[in-house]
């Protein structure tokens, strides 16, 4: 079975500096996809960004990149320029390959906090 | 365009009661999740429904159970309520049939209350 490990329960950063939050995972699959969500206070979870395990160039999404590693199973994600807003818990997931389930696997999450 | 919807957002039940959630998803969405949030488990998979049928189910006990309607609109009921099942109960929809990078989106969930 796939699994998500999220090994730093939190992490503060100071606003406009920069902060990666860590995730692993175990797949016998080649082909998958990862995600990075988001869950404010509001409690809506809130993609931030996805990467394709075929695509060997990271995702970026404005101040958000990932740092994908396929052959270590490792997923980061790393947040430029921390703005107060940032603060939330984030999720890393993975969904299993085409014709699989829909199912997204999280890990624990990391509450990140941002200090002004 | 509007997002996930669901309803109740909160809800106050008592042990052995029975519980009914709603999710809309998106207009166009056909795939439908559900997933329960608990502090101490995380955000584990109850089920998928896709065009009215269940296509994969987590590892929940046969008090949780589901359905999907024609318009994707899902409904989850869990039935003889348990302490245990206070947690936040999270729907999610996505445009399956536009591949599987697409994302799922998320309502804002229904915090579910046993006493």
């Known amino acids: 079975a796939q699994t998500v490990t999220q090994s730093q329960p939190e992490m503060s950063v100071q606003e406009a500096e920069t902060v990666t939050l860590s995730c692993t995972y175990d797949t016998s699959e080649s082909d998958y996809y990862l995600f990075w969500y988001k869950q404010p206070p509001s409690r809506q979870m809130i993609l931030v960004i996805r990467?394709?395990?075929?695509?060997?160039q990271n995702a970026t999404e404005n101040r958000f990149s990932v740092n994908f590693q396929k052959a270590a199973k490792s997923f980061s994600l790393k947040i430029s320029d921390s703005q107060l807003g940032d603060a939330a818990m984030y999720f890393c997931a993975y969904r299993p390959p085409q014709g699989g389930s829909e199912k997204l696997v999280f890990g624990k999450g990391m509450k990140l906090t941002v200090n002004p | 365009k509007a997002g996930v919807t669901q309803t109740p957002r909160y809800l106050i039940k008592t042990r052995g009661q029975q519980v009914t959630l709603s999710c809309s998803p998106i207009?166009?969405?056909?795939?439908v999740s559900w997933y329960q949030q608990t502090p101490g488990q995380g955000l584990q998979f109850l089920f998928e429904y896709f065009s009215e049928t269940q296509r994969n189910k987590g590892n929940f006990p046969g008090r949780f159970s589901g359905r999907q309607f024609s318009n994707s609109r899902s409904e989850m009921n869990v039935s003889t309520l348990e302490l245990g099942d206070s947690a936040l109960y999270l729907c999610?929809?996505?445009?399956?049939?536009?591949?599987?990078?697409?994302?799922?989106?998320f309502g804002q969930g229904t915090r579910l209350t046993v006493v």
């Open positions: 990467q394709e395990a075929y695509k060997q």
């Open positions: 207009s166009g969405h056909r795939s």
């Open positions: 999610a929809s996505r445009h399956r049939d536009r591949g599987r990078g697409t994302e799922a989106f």
